[in-house]
């Protein structure tokens, strides 16, 4: 079993950047697709992209296109949401997320498929 705790969340101003890191202590890392999720305070919690086992398939949602990148390393158990001209409607915790798939080339957009989940790391844009 994965458990998955999430770093590199804090406050920055809007047209800046962070790195969100996410490090998985299970055995089995390289048998999930990950995600990062994130919740706005009043809002859903909602998908913002997810990378396959291989690391080959990447996929985002639309508002993050261009400034967040997702990227993994099985090597070192770990995950990164690397994120750029933050904007303050990006406030919120944002989760990453182990999904158990066969597949080396699958992920997923659904908060159902993915199991273990993180605590979560607040990032807060000001204007």
């Known amino acids: 079993q994965e458990q998955l705790v999430e770093s590199g969340g804090g406050l920055v101003q809007a047209g800046g950047s962070l790195r969100l890191s996410c490090a998985a202590s299970g055995r089995t890392f390289g048998s999930y697709a990950m995600g990062w999720f994130r919740q706005a305070p009043g809002k859903e919690r909602e998908f913002v992209a997810a990378?396959?086992?291989?690391?080959?398939?990447?996929y985002y949602t639309d508002s993050v296109k261009g400034r967040f990148t997702i990227s993994r390393d099985n090597a070192k158990n770990m995950v990164y949401l690397e994120t750029s001209n933050l904007e303050p409607e990006d406030t919120a915790v944002y989760y990453c997320?182990?999904?158990?798939?066969?597949?080396?080339?699958?992920?997923?957009?659904?908060?159902?498929?993915?199991?273990?989940w993180g605590q979560g790391t607040q990032v807060t844009v000001s204007s």
């Open positions: 990378i396959s086992r291989s690391g080959f398939t990447k």
């Open positions: 997320a182990a999904d158990p798939t066969v597949s080396f080339s699958r992920f997923s957009t659904r908060i159902v498929d993915y199991v273990h």
